[in-house]
């Protein structure tokens, strides 16, 4: 509400509400005190005369009755007036009375006035005493509502005065209290936006001094704003000042930044570097031992052996752990996409953690569901590691018992599946205090277990964060003395409706399981129901469905002669072929008749060996028509094709590669693999790197190339020098794995079962050649390790060496004109192709030399290799005199493997170094 309505509101209607009240109240009161005058004069005036009509009366005078009553008709407000007798008959009238609503009762009324009506009034009073005559006056009351009316007009005019002087006063005043509050709001406004004050004009008196006070405040607010500006001022320069600080803070942060990055990376390239300085004479070190366990040696002897091998295998171990660790702490751990076989992988960690179990007689149980697809995409290689680390710390910590591990499906959605992978023992648990910082670095469950154990205590760290980059989580579940259970979640790509096919399909033949384990039990006999027999439990069987197949586990029977001679009198006489369930190591097998058929396996179980096992049994018991029973069992031939340019190395993996089933086709070049890729289709290609003309890589993209088989067909790169950086860059190249040089049976059955799904027979693995020194204490040539690197062929080994020695020749002028030359890649082909040759043949002194020098030219430069220069050419001219020395021994040419089509021609070898 505005002022101006406010001071209207007081000024004028207040005031006039009071008026019309006051005068509403006053007329009123003056109507009657005027009628009252009236009836006053009426009265005093019959009473004057009412003697007189009184005398008139008694004495019959009718003129003189009427001459007194004109008297009383000359009063102004008197209009007509009666005399009556007592009986209500009018003696005398005088105008005219004015009918009234109810005359008869009128006649009857008392003495006194009354009003009959909006200016008509009526006088009776009694002449004489005892109810005689009566004198009656019609009265006229116009007059006094005339007088009413025009006293109420002249108040109506009086309050419109009122209101006028009113109405004008107020507006008077507001107009002059207005302009000065517009001022001063205006000022304000002025103040609030911060725009210039000109100091106000005096306000009228009737306002308190607030022209002072806003010109005060004005006063204080230019202060203030001076103030704040200088504020201003200083804080601005301060802020660059700071400024200046902090980009000279920014340029020192981006310095250290540079530096930290630039210590990072030789900090990766010293680990890498590291790796390879430490693994190379480990390798050796474990290799060495190995070959020296096939030796004669006492107990004595062989008990240290185990102890150097397993310090080893530890020293390794620790390696890998930190190495991974630092990996993962520098968010350079990348993950692989490729197909992943969970039932595979289990299989293959539980076949590693065998020994150690089977030392103490654990129960190792690998449960894989049928839920959980084949075709599954992921890192094998991570996924390997974390079930190693898993199932490794269950056996170690576990004494008796089991270790079981599952794999499920806990969540699947489009084109991803969820597993859920539990490893439980029944080991010795853990607290709620050790359950919490279980999975920090460096940290065991209990500080006493790195001394009784062993270990870093880094292995449950890298699993967890392996599993959170693979977009899971880890958890643990254990109390002290009931043993533990890891559980981990792993999401990965794949069609959760691509359900596994069955391995073998049996027509219902009724099998016999005598497996005193429950878990195991329950394994077995499920994969026999999946596969179409009928398990049955002893005490099941009926005599008239005798079993086709007994699968029993021999249990502690391998330590009690006893026992074994209780099994050797029961398979005398039993009508089925049996498999024999053994927890020991395949050295420590039993000799056991088996009539009708069947073998001894070595838990734990893998499930092809196991179902490759079943069909072998059956087909033997149908008399040897075991395709219908288990086509899938059925191994297929498999056609190899092997890439080298250097002749000895194409030769001896054509022999390492040979075996049953195995057909193995050998090419010198890129050119001639990819020439012999058109003419035939192979299972498995192992393709060397550095190659003259077309290199492995070149070679691999163009056989990508030559149609859709070639897609999906494994390319395994064989390279004698693989640090982590370039084994990168030969899986982003197209290559589906990487080997390193030496070759050993046992890493080549691997890698087959890997991408082929088959496991060759092959030799025991082979020792590298490297020790720890650089050589000048190693002999020139060892001809046992050079058999052993052979495959055990003696006369092919000094075949190897010959050749090794025939190229030194050429080998050394290209070193030295490369390095003379400055010619960097030349240099490294050059060291790497004799890397290479060296690898396969039995000259450790020229083999560590060599593969000392690649490392150091592909991690450090020229100059690194520099000092290694001449011990390598004094190592060659050593070989060479050697060679020269034994020229009977190496004279024999050795032929290859029955299996090995040798497709290399005299052309392609004159190129070979």
């Known amino acids: 509400m505005s002022l101006k309505l406010r001071l209207l509101l007081i000024a004028l209607v207040l005031p006039m509400l009071l008026m019309v009240a006051v005068t509403a109240i006053t007329l009123p009161l003056h109507r009657g005190d005027q009628e009252a005058r009236v009836a006053d004069r009426m009265e005093t005036a019959v009473a004057l005369v009412a003697p007189s009509l009184v005398a008139a009366l008694e004495d019959g005078d009718a003129s003189r009755l009427e001459a007194y009553a004109d008297r009383l008709l000359a009063i102004e407000e008197v209009r007509a007036l009666a005399i009556t007798d007592g009986a209500g008959e009018r003696l005398l009238e005088l105008g005219r009375l004015r009918p009234i609503a109810d005359e008869a009762g009128a006649e009857g009324e008392t003495n006194g006035l009354r ?53 004008a006063t107020t507006t008077a005043t507001c107009r002059r209290l207005q302009r000065p509050l517009e001022e001063a709001d205006a000022a304000l406004a002025r103040l609030q936006r911060g725009e210039p004050h000109a100091p106000l004009a005096a306000l009228p008196p009737e306002l308190p001094p607030l022209d002072e006070r806003i010109n005060a405040l004005a006063g204080r607010l230019q202060e203030a704003r001076e103030e704040m500006q200088r504020q201003v001022a200083q804080a601005t320069a301060e802020l660059e000042e700071s400024m200046e600080t902090v980009e000279v803070q920014n340029m020192q942060l981006d310095l250290a930044h540079r530096r930290a990055l630039e210590a990072n990376r030789v900090k990766s390239e010293f680990l890498a570097n590291m790796s390879h300085e430490i693994r190379t004479p480990l390798n050796g070190i474990i290799g060495f031992c190995r070959l020296l366990g096939r030796s004669s040696l006492d107990a004595r002897q062989r008990e240290w052996l185990e102890h150097v091998n397993r310090a080893c295998g530890n020293l390794l171990m620790l390696v890998n752990d930190v190495l991974d660790y630092s990996k993962l702490e520098a968010g350079r751990l990348e993950l692989e996409r490729l197909p992943v076989d969970m039932v595979e992988l289990v299989d293959e960690v539980l076949a590693l953690q065998a020994p150690t179990a089977q030392q103490k007689g654990l129960e190792l149980v690998g449960m894989v569901y049928d839920d959980v697809p084949a075709g599954l995409q992921g890192d094998p290689l991570r996924i390997r590691q974390l079930l190693t680390n898993l199932v490794g710390n269950a056996v ?48 065991q469950g209990d500080p006493s277990h790195s001394r009784e154990f062993g270990g870093s205590g880094l292995g449950l760290s890298i699993c967890r964060r392996l599993v959170e980059q693979m977009g899971g989580e880890i958890g643990v579940e254990s109390e002290p003395g009931s043993g533990s259970t890891f559980a981990f979640t792993l999401p990965l790509a794949g069609d959760a409706a691509a359900e596994r096919p069955p391995e073998l399909r049996l027509a219902g033949e009724a099998v016999l399981l005598e497996e005193p384990h429950p878990t195991t039990r329950r394994a077995l006999k499920h994969l026999l129901k999946r596969w179409g027999a009928r398990p049955v439990v002893p005490g099941e069987a009926s005599a008239d469905a005798p079993p086709r197949l007994l699968v029993a586990s021999l249990g502690d029977a391998t330590r009690h002669p006893e026992m074994l001679e209780r099994w050797r009198r029961r398979l005398a006489t039993l009508p089925c072929p049996a498999l024999l369930l053994c927890n020991t190591s395949p050295l420590e097998l039993p000799e056991l008749p088996l009539p009708r058929g069947g073998e001894v396996l070595v838990k734990p179980l893998t499930r092809r060996t196991f179902g490759e096992a079943v069909a072998r049994a059956l087909g033997s018991h149908h008399g040897g028509q075991a395709g219908d029973a288990a086509p899938e069992a059925m191994p297929a031939r498999r056609r190899l094709l092997a890439v080298d340019d250097n002749r000895a190395n194409r030769e001896l993996l054509g022999a390492l590669l040979a075996g049953p089933g195995v057909e193995v086709t050998l090419a010198a070049s890129g050119e001639e693999a990819l020439s012999l890729a058109r003419q035939a289709r192979f299972d498995l290609v192992l393709m060397d790197i550095r190659m003259p003309g077309m290199d492995g890589i070149a070679a691999t993209r163009a056989l990508r190339h030559l149609g859709p088989e070639w897609s999906h067909t494994p390319i395994v790169a064989v390279t004698a020098h693989a640090l982590e950086v370039e084994r990168r860059r030969l899986l982003a190249s197209g290559l589906d794995d990487v080997i390193t040089k030496p070759l050993d049976a046992e890493r080549l ?20 050649p490297e020790p720890a020194s650089h050589g000048n204490d190693l002999p020139t040539v060892d001809l046992a390790l050079g058999t052993r690197l052979a495959g055990g062929d003696e006369a092919f080994a000094r075949r190897l060496l010959g050749q090794l020695a025939d190229s030194l020749t050429e080998s050394e002028a290209a070193i030295r004109q490369a390095y003379r030359e400055r010619d960097h890649e030349a240099l490294l082909d050059a060291i790497h192709a004799l890397n290479g040759a060296c690898r396969y043949c039995g000259a450790p002194r020229l083999a560590l030399l060599v593969e ?3 490392t150091r030219l592909r991690s450090r430069g020229r100059e690194a290799m520099a000092p290694l220069m001449a011990p390598l050419f004094e190592a060659m001219a050593a070989l060479r005199r050697w060679d020269a020395d034994h020229p009977a021994e190496v004279g024999g040419e050795a032929q290859p493997s029955s299996t090995t089509k040798a497709t290399a021609n005299s052309s392609s070898s004159d190129n070979d170094r």
């Not at 008796?400 to 992978?421: D, I, K, W, Y």
């Not at 648990?429 to 460096?442: D, I, N």
């Not at 059955?749 to 082979?766: F, K, N, W």
């Open 749 to 768: 059955a691997t890698l087959m079962a890997r991408h082929l799904g088959d496991r060759g027979e092959a030799p025991a693995p082979m020792a590298s």
């Open 852 to 854: 000392t020098m690649e």
């Open 115 to 167: 009003r009959h009506g909006e200016g008509h009034w009526r006088l009776h009073t009694g002449l004489a005493e005892g109810g005689g005559a009566r004198l009656v006056l019609d009265i006229d009351g116009g007059g006094l509502l005339l007088a009413h009316y025009r006293q109420v007009g002249v108040a109506g005019v009086l309050l419109v005065l009122a209101a006028l002087l009113l109405g």
């Open 396 to 443: 170690k910590f576990t004494e008796r018992g089991e270790v079981v591990v599952r794999v499920m499906v806990e969540e699947s959605e489009a084109g991803r599946v969820t597993l859920r992978v539990s490893v439980a023992d029944t080991g010795i648990g853990l607290s709620a205090e050790h359950r919490r910082r279980l999975f920090e670095a460096f940290r």
